[in-house]
């Protein structure tokens, strides 16, 4: 089954950047049915998709407009695993992200069935 | 975006009985396909979330069939028929019809 391992550090200081890495196991990143998504949560925002990357004959990018102007999504088929950068970040960044799977194809949408452990973030000098 | 609000955001069942949770959505959550993207969530304390039923009603494998998804356009509902101790946690439905996908902002399930 499929399985992703987060990785990356749990203390960023604020206006630096955050960078996290999902391992994907079962799965292949570039994979045409499957979409590589970054989540996060924290108490005052709940539960918050940021974005995805996916592969449909090139590589695509969605983000949702409160962090658009400072996220980054990037696959690496090398080692089947996918990042998230988050520039300048600030204290209201410190969530726990996850990184998720979603299905896409027809009548498939907007769903994760398969999470990553999670990963504090703190955003603290 | 669209707005997931969810009631109770406490439930405090007893063992055995059954819960439910209310999910209304600010705008249909028909797409354009003719599927309603509606999902339900759970996650156990210290844990990821895990998708339990997905396009309202449909069960993910593995999940007991005392999950139950139902509802359309707006009001969603997510029932737990005969509540056991492994089912305490916080539930959230997410609409993954329109841009951005959100959630709703859970609802705690509590052992009396």
């Known amino acids: 089954q499929v399985q992703l391992q987060q990785s990356g550090p749990g203390l960023v200081k604020p206006s630096q950047t955050l960078s996290l890495t999902c391992a994907i196991s079962?799965?292949?990143?570039?994979?045409?049915?499957?979409?590589w998504n970054w989540i996060r949560q924290s108490p005052s925002r709940g539960l918050e998709w940021l974005g995805r990357?996916?592969?449909?004959?090139?590589?695509?990018?969605d983000y949702t407009m409160s962090v658009k102007s400072r996220i980054t999504i990037n696959p690496d088929t090398s080692k089947n695993q996918f990042s998230l950068q988050l520039n300048s970040v600030t204290p209201e960044d410190t969530a726990v992200y996850y990184c998720?799977?979603?299905?896409?194809?027809?009548?498939?949408?907007?769903?994760?069935?398969?999470w990553g452990q999670g990963t504090l973030v703190t955003v603290s000098s | 975006d669209v707005v997931m609000t969810q009631s109770p955001l406490s439930l405090p069942v007893t063992l055995g009985q059954s819960a439910s949770i209310s999910c209304r959505s600010s705008q249909s959550l028909v797409y354009s396909d003719g599927n309603t993207y509606l999902n339900w969530f759970q996650q156990r304390p210290g844990q990821s979330p895990r998708r339990l039923i997905y396009k309202v009603s449909n069960r993910d494998s593995g999940v007991p069939d005392r999950f139950s998804g139902s509802g359309s356009g707006t009001d969603f509902t997510l029932k737990i028929s005969r509540v056991e101790a492994e089912d305490v946690g916080v539930y959230y439905c997410?609409?993954?019809?329109?841009?951005?996908?959100?959630f709703g902002q859970g609802t705690k399930v509590e052992i009396k």
């Open positions: 998720a799977r979603s299905v896409i194809g027809s009548g498939s949408r907007g769903s994760f069935d398969c």
């Open positions: 079962g799965d292949s990143v570039s994979s045409s049915s499957a979409a």
């Open positions: 990357t996916y592969y449909n004959s090139k590589w695509f990018n």
């Open positions: 997410m609409q993954g019809t329109h841009w951005p996908w959100t």
